[in-house]
DNA sequence: TAGCTCGTTGGACAA
DNA sequence: TTTGTCCAACGAGCT
């Protein structure tokens, strides 16, 4: 009887999980794990919604291997060192996984490979996250792509690959080795500032949103989707980066095009960020090194806050301070807003999403703030700068949105026309 | 190869 | 009120 280490990461589902199939299919033993290591993901170790989703996610997996008469190891890092203890422990000859593609865990996979393999073991990882690996698509001249639609037509070429559904049949070991309590990870905040967090995280929770959106967002996607005060989105973003849900099973039961572009985005962006690693931290384009942003700590903290006196940003920012999430057109509004109108660093906005939304994903968010800041991969003119004020006029018509994020009145912090002058001439400075 | 066309999400202003 | 046009220039990707 052989024993084979299942390395869970961002694939927290049985579902659809090619590491867990090639675990279960060896035909001996299986030990899932998890190992909290957060120090080896800086400077982009999960945030704080991050860890709460987290948190409830794990015992959600564990509840799920439970009933396939597995259950969940939990260890704290550093991850080679405790995956080796657990091979000592186990006798396992194999340690299997589902690839990531942030550079610095990249970089780290690699290590822990190597090691296991010096070690006598199998190392093996697999494809679970992604519809398109990074390597797999290609501009014709052999390098990546870095505008979305020719990305998308590549895509569409390529043709999604269906897997085929096949049934687990693990076997746990006889006895099975220690493991910490979820609650010893200390991935929920104190104070408990998460009790508006109407979420499900989990596979079951994955599941619903999707039934949910299928059935009543889909049809009404291409408008509905601009409406904050609407559940018009899919609001599976959480759910897909954490791996609780597939994105081949997302696209195999959302069939309008519209949508699915969405879930190539999410493709592109970790294209993106696996061929041009320093982006997380860095413009795309060079040029914006020396645009002249400025340091206003008042002005961020009132972004922050969401008391900007622009309602519909101050809604987005307390609609994220509440439920640990954004819907994603005001994220436009309140990104440029703090981009353009107040200059400052995308970064700096970046690194606050990456705190407060329970859906942070480094491909996701970085491809986001550099599409906004136009520093990034697609060619947004510069002089496109969202009126946060039209915006609401146009996609909260009636107000709801903002009446329930934002009911009092703030005097603005910025006269947004001058902003945006200010802003356009920043930006003219480049070219010089 | 050398053009050619196009670029997720907009705004201001003129007609 | 609505619709159309312009707002840089560039570089990606295609033909």
New binding site residues.
């Given amino acids: 009887m052989t024993t084979t280490i299942h390395w869970f990461r961002l694939d927290l589902r049985v579902a659809d999980n090619p590491a867990l199939v090639a675990a279960s299919q060896s035909g001996g033993v299986v030990v899932p794990v998890f190992i909290w290591a957060p120090e080896e993901e800086a400077p982009w170790a999960p945030g704080a919604a991050s860890r709460w989703w987290l948190h409830h996610s794990l015992a959600a997996l564990d509840a799920e291997l439970r009933k396939l008469g597995l259950r969940l190891i939990i260890r704290r890092g550093p991850t080679l060192t405790t995956l080796r203890a657990l091979v000592r422990e186990t006798g396992a000859t194999a340690v299997v996984w589902n690839r990531r593609y942030e550079p610095v865990v990249r970089a780290r996979d690699a290590q822990v490979q190597v090691a296991l393999q010096a070690d006598g073991r199998q190392a093996e990882s697999f494809n679970s996250a992604l519809l398109f690996e990074p390597a797999e698509i290609q501009?014709?001249?052999g390098?990546?792509?870095?505008?979305?639609?020719?990305?998308?037509?590549?895509c569409l070429k390529r043709g999604i690959g269906l897997s085929p559904e096949r049934s687990l049949r693990p076997n746990g070991p006889k006895s099975w080795p220690a493991s910490l309590k979820l609650g010893d990870l200390g991935l929920l905040p104190k104070p408990d500032w998460a009790r508006g967090f109407a979420w499900q995280p989990g596979s079951t929770g994955a599941a619903q949103e999707l039934q949910r959106f299928v059935q009543t967002g889909l049809v009404e996607y291409k408008t509905g989707?601009?409406c904050p005060a609407r559940v018009g989105t899919s609001r599976l973003s959480p759910h897909l980066h954490f791996g609780e849900i597939s994105p081949r099973q997302v696209w195999a039961a959302a069939g309008r095009e519209d949508y699915r572009?969405?879930l190539v985005?999410r493709e592109?962006a970790h294209h993106l960020l696996y061929h041009y690693p320093h982006t997380a931290e860095q413009p795309l384009?060079p040029e914006f090194k020396k645009f002249p942003w400025r340091k206003a700590a008042a002005e961020l903290a009132a972004w922050q806050r969401g008391r900007t006196g622009f309602s519909l940003v101050d809604a987005g920012l307390r609609e994220l301070w509440t439920t640990g999430w954004m819907h994603?057109?005001v994220r436009?509004?309140a990104a440029s807003f703090l981009v353009k109108d107040l200059l400052i660093p995308w970064q700096t906005g970046a690194r606050w999403f990456w705190d407060t939304h329970v859906d942070a994903d480094l491909a996701n968010n970085t491809?986001?703030w550099q599409?906004?800041a136009?520093c990034g991969?697609?060619?947004?003119?510069?002089?496109?700068?969202?009126?946060?004020?039209?915006?609401a006029e146009?996609f909260d018509p009636d107000g709801k949105y903002i009446s329930r994020w934002a009911p009092e009145p703030v005097p603005p912090i910025v006269d947004?026309?001058a902003a945006?002058t200010r802003a356009l001439a920043a930006?003219q400075q480049l070219?010089i």
């Fill in positions: 501009t014709g001249s390098g990546p792509y870095r505008v979305f639609t020719p990305f998308w037509r590549a989707r601009d572009r969405q985005w592109f384009r994603n057109r436009m509004v491809l986001g599409w906004v136009g991969a697609d060619a947004a003119p510069f002089f496109r700068i969202f009126n946060p004020t039209t915006q146009k947004h026309s945006r930006l070219k």
